[in-house]
T-cell receptor, first 110, second 114 residues
Framework: LAKTTQPISMDSYEGQEVNITCSHN???????ITWYQQFPSQGPRFIIQ???TKVTNEVASLFIPADRKSSTLSLPRVSLSDTAVYYC???????????FGAGTRLAVHP | ETGVTQSPTHLIKTRGQQVTLRCSSQ?????VSWYQQALGQGPQFIFQ???????GRGNFPPRFSGLQFPNYSSELNVNALELDDSALYLC?????????????FGPGTRLTVT
């Protein structure tokens, strides 16, 4: 199973772009990269998934270089409500078991 | 569309007791997974149910057991509670028709074992 490494915490200010990078050196050919967001006292929420290059949705963008050994979640113009824990996961298919690490605690300041 | 709901919200039990947590999956979802989240950590996979059968299990002892009902709702049962079982228990539902790693989580049940 591919292991992920991401910063423990990050700080930002309202209106800035935030980039959270995740390392996954032993990602397998068929693995997907998935990001979840979790607010205090709530369950995690699916943000975005990608396999290679760039994926964008209404919430975030996900950048994956050609070697796929890392990925970067980009949150444009963050607001206070983006303060949360962000988890990078590697999904290996099969049944839907999600393996969460400790995540990155993002704090957005006024 | 109704999201994933869990009951109760909070629960306090004594060591050695048994507890049952309940989960109603999102409409149209046929798969339910349970996770345990200790304070300050990411969720840990307990097991998953698909069509009323266990479809995968994480590194949890047999005293953690579950059920899925024909309406796809689910129960998590924990016997012989230990202090370390204190955690947030999350239920997540998903559908075989959607992305395999896109799961919809409920708000969780906060279990405290004293």
């Amino acid at each position: 199973l591919a292991k992920t490494t991401q910063p423990i915490s990050m700080d930002s200010y309202e209106g800035q772009e935030v980039n959270i990078t995740c390392s996954h050196n032993n990602i397998a050919t068929n693995d997907y990269i998935t990001w979840y967001q979790q607010f205090p006292s709530q369950g995690p929420r699916f943000i975005i998934q990608g396999y290679k290059t760039k994926v964008t949705n209404e919430v975030a963008s996900l950048f994956i270089p050609a070697d796929r050994k890392s990925s970067t979640l980009s949150l444009p113009r963050v607001s206070l409500s983006d303060t949360a824990v962000y988890y990078c996961l590697i999904f290996s298919g099969g049944y839907n078991k999600l393996i969460f690490g400790a995540g990155t605690r993002l704090a957005v300041h006024p | 569309e109704t999201g994933v709901t869990q009951s109760p919200t909070h629960l306090i039990k004594t060591r050695g007791q048994q507890v049952t947590l309940r989960c109603s999956s999102q409409s149209g979802h046929n798969t339910v997974s349970w996770y345990q989240q200790a304070l300050g950590q990411g969720p840990q996979f307990i097991f998953q149910y698909y069509r009323e059968e266990e479809n995968g299990r994480g590194n949890f002892p047999p005293r953690f057991s579950g059920l899925q009902f024909p309406n796809y709702s689910s129960e998590l049962n924990v016997n012989a509670l230990e202090l370390d079982d204190s955690a947030l228990y999350l239920c997540a539902s998903s559908s075989t028709d959607s992305l395999p790693d896109e799961q919809y989580f409920g708000p969780g049940t906060r279990l405290t074992v004293t």
